[in-house]
C-alpha cells in the first residue's frame, strides 16, 4: 500500500471541512467545536494563501482520498504538524504513510525546517503510534498530551 501527496486545493475544500466536523476528529482535537462553512471558508483561504502553512493531500493507489496533513510553522524554523484521515480510511494503517509522505513533501519544499513537532492528546494511541512508525519520536508530555519531534537531518537543540 503507497499514500501519494499533493498540497490542497480548493475541490479539497468540503472533504477537509467533512473530515474536520467527524465526531472522532473532534474528539481527538484541542479545539472540538463543530466548524461552520463560513469559518471553515475563512481559516481555508487563509492557509492556502499564507507561506506560514502547508496543507498535503493523500491518496491510495485507487486515487482515493485518505486525509489531510497540515502544517503551521509556530516560530523561525519549527513546524507544527496535524494529521486527519478520511474517516473510511482509519484503521488500517495509513496514517503513518500520510504523515510520512507528508513531512517528505514539506521539508523537500522548506528545507531549512529545523524541527517538525506533533502535539497528540495522550489517549490517542492510534495517533502516537502512526507518528512514530512515520519516524517521529517522543519529546515529553505536557498537560494531557505528548510532544513528538520529527528528527531532521538538521541540528535540534
Ligand atoms: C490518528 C490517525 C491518523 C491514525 O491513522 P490510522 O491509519 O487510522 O491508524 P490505525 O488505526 O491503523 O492505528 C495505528 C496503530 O495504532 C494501533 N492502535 C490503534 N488504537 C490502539 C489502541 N487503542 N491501543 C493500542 N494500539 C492501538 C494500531 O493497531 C496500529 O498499530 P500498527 O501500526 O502496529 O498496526 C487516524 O485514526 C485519524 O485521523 N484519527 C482522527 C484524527 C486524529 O486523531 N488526528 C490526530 C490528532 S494529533
Known amino acids: 500500500m503507497r499514500v501519494f501527496v499533493r498540497e490542497v486545493t480548493w475541490q479539497d475544500s468540503d472533504d477537509i471541512l467533512r473530515w474536520r466536523n467527524d465526531r472522532i476528529t473532534r474528539e481527538n482535537s484541542f479545539d472540538s467545536h463543530i466548524v461552520s462553512k463560513k469559518e471553515h471558508d475563512a481559516w481555508f483561504q487563509k492557509v492556502i494563501s499564507d507561506s506560514k502553512y502547508c496543507l498535503v493531500i493523500g491518496f491510495n493507489a485507487n486515487k482515493e482520498k485518505v486525509g489531510i496533513v497540515s ?12 494529521v486527519n484521515s478520511a474517516p473510511d480510511k482509519r484503521g488500517h494503517g495509513l496514517g503513518s504513510m500520510l504523515i510520512k509522505e507528508g513531512v517528505n513533501y514539506f521539508l523537500a519544499k522548506f528545507s531549512d525546517t529545523k524541527r517538525v513537532v506533533a502535539k497528540v492528546k495522550e489517549h490517542n494511541i492510534a495517533s502516537i503510534k502512526s507518528f512514530e512508525k512515520a519516524g517521529f519520536s517522543f519529546r515529553k508530555r505536557v498537560a494531557g498530551a505528548v510532544i513528538l519531534e520529527f528528527p531532521h537531518s538538521c541540528q535540534v537543540d
Open 71 to 82: 502544517f503551521n510553522f509556530e516560530s523561525q524554523g519549527i513546524a507544527e504538524i496535524n
